[in-house]
């Protein structure tokens, strides 16, 4: 996953429940906080009306001031964690207008996804930001072995 990072992908993190996606986030947070501002949001996040009302929680009252205040910043990466409880995926504004605007801004992205979902990812991914180039990562249980 570092390495679709530093080749300027994104990456997707996919497993069953409980398998670990968000602790393997959490491990290497460290080290991804070295080189980026990141910003983290759960899927269940964008279940608001408006974007302005995602931001409210980035004490941002717009997405323009969001934008214009990263715009310096050459490393930007948005964790989503639990990419399948955003309500209503594939019907969303403002999750689709949201990625859309961070990804002409040169955003990466991580989202961890429980791996049910994630062919309903890849197709949204498909239709709504085309151009994201990406990496999928599964995390399977450790063996007793």
């Not at 490393?75 to 969303?92: C, I, Q, S, T």
């Not at 504004?93 to 990466?108: I, R, S």
């Amino acid at each position: 996953m570092l390495n679709s990072l530093q080749e300027k992908k994104s990456a997707i993190l996919s497993g069953c429940p409980g398998v670990g996606k968000s602790a393997v986030l959490k491990s290497i947070f460290g080290i991804l906080s070295k080189t980026y501002d990141i910003m983290v949001l759960r899927g269940d996040d964008f279940s608001v009306k408006n974007i302005d009302d995602l931001l409210s929680i980035t004490h941002h009252h717009d997405l323009a001031s969001f934008v214009q205040f990263y715009q310096s910043v050459e490393h930007k990466l948005l964790v989503v964690d639990a990419v399948e409880n955003v309500p209503n995926l594939n019907n969303n504004h403002v999750f689709d207008n949201f990625l859309y605007e961070l990804a002409n801004e040169g955003w990466l992205f991580i989202f961890t996804i429980r791996d049910s979902y994630i062919n309903n990812f890849d197709s949204w991914i498909g239709r709504n930001l085309q151009s994201l180039s990406y990496d999928t990562v599964e995390v399977k249980p450790f063996s007793q072995e």
